[in-house]
């Protein structure tokens, strides 16, 4: 590949590699050679993922050991015409001369991360790290130092902004990309000062009636020439540190939201939900700063909902945790954001004072159609409802989705099929009209009913497949669940919805010739549904041969309708049989 580069300078006093000053110099010294012999140079920038991480979480010395042992194995890597430096912080850099073939680079690179993916045994801690290297090859020898540190920075981003790690050659898109990132962070630099940030409100309702009770804050960007995306913009600010004060601006804007709001509608008001990110939670200012947002807008803190994803929560779960519970000192409510998507077990869920989960919007999406998806929405519900917590599931789009979420027990939903974020104002309007047509503020009551009845012919299974078919399909329309069960030509079934849906089904079920009797044993309002699942349980317990014989222990049969006589012991057995259906 060439000769052995020596690097002579200055060295770093924590690597003994050459430093930024000395690799600047000996990057011009290559490519001065480089254009002499018209041969390639090469050069590899590495990041070492997480690294301020291990900082925060074991302390500065263990994360110097770390680097001491990354600098260890990147020298251990390195062949003829290799050699390695460090920049400074996490990053370090592999200077290669008369390159031959730039595929062999992307060999070099795979190599670095396969050795640096190892396990780190450093103080008696068992590490592991991830890089994303940026890679940049001059043939013609046009480009200086600078090009090729800020194209291989430029490489890097790209794979940083991917994740997990890996390689990237630098190109002309990237170059593309790289200068738009510092555009718009230049632009987010001066968006505060310009005005150019605005709040919108995106409505959570509850899921059963569809009433608005809070509304989650999303930022828009709109700087003169044209909207930005918040999926664009706010990594980048992010990476940039601006979205401190960004954010410390957002908590603000749901600060004096909430005031207002309440000063117009009292009780009635919606909550205000606002996001907080991961660089926030690294702000030792931020609690301060909140406090004092709280004390000049004397926004009421138990209606703000501050919403921190489980990935950003769990990164230094020690760390946040007391971030987060001096947040909660302040009077503030916390949601976890996109619940199900991160790593949180639920020792570390406990620890936190959590209000809300919100589910993951990946969940939400098949819910309706996907048996995995379904699977993973009812044991987060679960969960929450075990725990205590609310639950919130985003970006639910369509009828199906939200029958689904009631039918699991979820509490509020958001998507587009209630409300588009809006224009604070619009929001205001759209909050306003509901409260005037008395749609906002009283939730619709939900209701039980017990009853049981006489078959009038013994049924099987095919008769019990098209009954259900028939039912499951008509409740899932109207809102209904419940249990239904068979047993000694007898029927006994708990039915749960609004309360004129069961009245109306209770006409068609004492129409239906397949049974006769029909008794309500008992109706009245319900807290919650007992039966979560729009199919409708189902048990036929007819006798089977794999029961115990209860010949010599049975004294008398007891039949449903006597069973009815005694309402309380018949509720007590009906919903004894949740879940198993």
Same mark, same amino acid.
């Given at each position: 590949?060439?000769?052995?580069?020596?690097?002579?300078?200055?060295?770093?006093?924590?690597?003994?590699?050459?430093?930024?000053?000395?690799?600047?110099?000996?990057?011009?010294?290559?490519?001065?050679?480089?254009? !002499?012999?018209?041969?390639?140079?090469?050069? =590899?920038?590495?990041?070492?993922?997480?690294?301020?991480?291990?900082?925060?979480?074991?302390?500065?010395?263990?994360?110097?050991?770390?680097?001491?042992?990354?600098?260890?194995?990147?020298?251990?890597?390195? !062949?003829?015409?290799?050699?390695?430096?460090?920049?400074?912080?996490?990053? #370090?850099?592999?200077?290669?001369? $008369?390159?031959?073939?730039?595929?062999?680079?992307?060999? =070099?690179? $795979? /190599?670095?991360?396969?050795?640096?993916?190892?396990?780190?045994?450093?103080?008696?801690? +068992?590490?592991?790290?991830?890089?994303?290297?940026?890679?940049?090859?001059?043939?013609?020898?046009?480009?200086?130092?600078?090009?090729?540190?800020?194209?291989?920075?430029?490489?890097?981003?790209?794979?940083?902004?991917?994740?997990?790690?890996?390689?990237?050659?630098?190109?002309?898109?990237?170059?593309?990309?790289?200068?738009?990132?510092?555009?718009?962070?230049?632009?987010?630099?001066?968006?505060?000062?310009?005005?150019?940030?605005?709040?919108?409100?995106?409505?959570?309702?509850?899921?059963?009636?569809? /009433?608005?009770?809070?509304?989650? =804050?999303?930022?828009?960007?709109?700087?003169?020439?044209?909207?930005?995306?918040?999926?664009?913009?706010?990594?980048?600010?992010?990476?940039?540190? +601006?979205? %401190?004060?960004?954010?410390?601006?957002?908590?603000?804007?749901?600060?004096?939201?909430?005031?207002?709001? !309440?000063? /117009?509608?009292?009780?009635?008001?919606?909550?205000?939900?606002?996001?907080?990110?991961?660089?926030?939670?690294?702000?030792?200012?931020?609690?301060?700063?909140?406090?004092?947002?709280?004390?000049?807008?004397?926004?009421?803190?138990?209606?703000?909902?501050?919403?921190?994803?489980?990935?950003?929560?769990?990164?230094?779960?020690?760390?946040?945790?007391?971030?987060?519970?001096?947040?909660?000192?302040?009077?503030?409510?916390?949601?976890?954001?996109?619940?199900?998507?991160?790593?949180?077990?639920?020792?570390?869920?406990?620890?936190?004072?959590?209000?809300?989960?919100?589910?993951?919007?990946?969940? %939400?999406?098949?819910?309706?159609?996907?048996?995995?998806?379904?699977?993973?929405?009812?044991?987060?519900?679960?969960?929450?409802?075990?725990?205590?917590?609310?639950?919130?599931?985003?970006?639910?789009?369509?009828?199906?989705?939200?029958?689904?979420?009631?039918?699991?027990?979820?509490?509020?939903?958001?998507?587009?099929?209630?409300? !588009?974020?809006?224009?604070?104002?619009? #929001?205001?309007?759209?909050?306003?009209?509901?409260?005037?047509?008395?749609?906002?503020?009283?939730?619709?009551?939900?209701? #039980?009913?017990?009853?049981?009845?006489?078959?009038?012919?013994?049924?099987?299974?095919?008769?019990?497949?098209?009954?259900?078919? $028939?039912? /499951?399909? #008509?409740?899932?329309?109207?809102?209904?669940?419940?249990?239904?069960?068979? $047993?000694?030509?007898?029927?006994?079934?708990?039915?749960?919805?609004?309360?004129?849906?069961?009245?109306?089904?209770?006409?068609?079920?004492?129409?239906?010739?397949?049974?006769?009797?029909?008794?309500?044993?008992?109706?009245?309002?319900?807290?919650?549904?007992?039966?979560?699942?729009?199919?409708?349980?189902?048990?036929?317990?007819?006798?089977?041969?794999?029961?115990?014989?209860?010949?010599?222990?049975?004294?008398?049969?007891?039949?449903?309708?006597?069973?009815?006589?005694?309402?309380?012991?018949?509720?007590?057995?009906?919903?004894?049989?949740?879940?198993?259906?």
């Amino acid at each position: 590949m060439g000769k052995f580069i020596t690097l002579r300078g200055k060295h770093d006093a924590l690597t003994g590699l050459p430093d930024r000053s000395a690799i600047r110099a000996r990057i011009d010294s290559a490519l001065q050679r480089a254009r !002499r012999n018209k041969s390639s140079t090469a050069l =590899l920038l590495i990041d070492i993922n997480g690294f301020k991480l291990v900082n925060h979480t074991h302390g500065q010395e263990i994360g110097d050991l770390l680097l001491k042992t990354v600098a260890s194995r990147l020298q251990g890597q390195m !062949r003829q015409g290799e050699s390695a430096g460090r920049l400074g912080d996490n990053e #370090f850099v592999i200077l290669c001369k $008369q390159v031959e073939q730039a595929a062999t680079m992307s060999i =070099l690179a $795979q /190599r670095i991360n396969d050795t640096l993916r190892q396990p780190l045994v450093i103080a008696g801690l +068992t590490l592991s790290v991830v890089a994303s290297v940026g890679i940049v090859v001059n043939s013609d020898g046009t480009q200086t130092a600078n090009d090729m540190l800020r194209h291989a920075d430029a490489a890097m981003q790209a794979v940083k902004a991917q994740g997990n790690g890996g390689w990237q050659f630098f190109s002309e898109q990237i170059h593309e990309q790289a200068q738009q990132r510092m555009k718009i962070a230049s632009g987010l630099a001066m968006a505060l000062a310009r005005n150019e940030f605005s709040p919108h409100f995106q409505a959570i309702v509850v899921a059963d009636s569809g /009433r608005i009770v809070g509304a989650e =804050l999303l930022l828009r960007w709109n700087p003169p020439e044209g909207p930005v995306s918040p999926a664009v913009f706010i990594p980048i600010a992010e990476m940039t540190g +601006t979205i %401190i004060e960004i954010g410390a601006w957002v908590f603000m804007q749901a600060c004096r939201a909430e005031a207002d709001w !309440r000063g /117009r509608w009292g009780e009635q008001a919606p909550y205000v939900s606002v996001n907080v990110s991961t660089r926030q939670l690294n702000d030792e200012a931020l609690v301060d700063m909140f406090a004092a947002a709280l004390r000049e807008t004397g926004a009421d803190p138990a209606r703000l909902l501050l919403e921190i994803t489980e990935t950003a929560l769990m990164a230094d779960i020690d760390k946040n945790l007391r971030i987060v519970h001096r947040l909660a000192d302040l009077g503030l409510r916390l949601a976890i954001d996109d619940f199900g998507s991160g790593y949180s077990s639920l020792a570390q869920l406990t620890r936190l004072p959590v209000n809300v989960l919100k589910i993951e919007k990946a969940f %939400i999406d098949d819910i309706d159609k996907n048996p995995e998806s379904r699977a993973v929405v009812r044991a987060v519900v679960g969960l929450g409802r075990a725990l205590g917590l609310k639950l919130v599931a985003e970006g639910v789009e369509n009828n199906d989705q939200r029958l689904e979420l009631c039918g699991y027990g979820c509490d509020f939903i958001q998507g587009y099929y209630f409300h !588009r974020p809006l224009p604070e104002a619009a #929001f205001v309007d759209t909050v306003a009209r509901e409260i005037r047509d008395g749609a906002l503020g009283v939730a619709t009551p939900l209701h #039980f009913l017990i009853y049981v009845s006489t078959t009038t012919a013994p049924m099987a299974r095919p008769a019990f497949d098209a009954l259900l078919k $028939q039912a /499951r399909s #008509f409740n899932r329309t109207v809102g209904i669940t419940g249990c239904l069960i068979y $047993q000694d030509c007898y029927f006994m079934q708990m039915l749960e919805g609004k309360k004129e849906a069961l009245e109306a089904l209770m006409k068609k079920i004492k129409m239906d010739p397949r049974h006769c009797d029909v008794r309500t044993v008992i109706e009245g309002p319900a807290r919650r549904r007992v039966f979560i699942d729009w199919s409708m349980d189902f048990l036929d317990l007819t006798p089977r041969p794999d029961e115990p014989d209860f010949t010599q222990w049975q004294r008398r049969t007891i039949s449903f309708p006597e069973l009815a006589e005694d309402a309380r012991t018949c509720y007590k057995y009906i919903t004894a049989y949740m879940g198993h259906g």
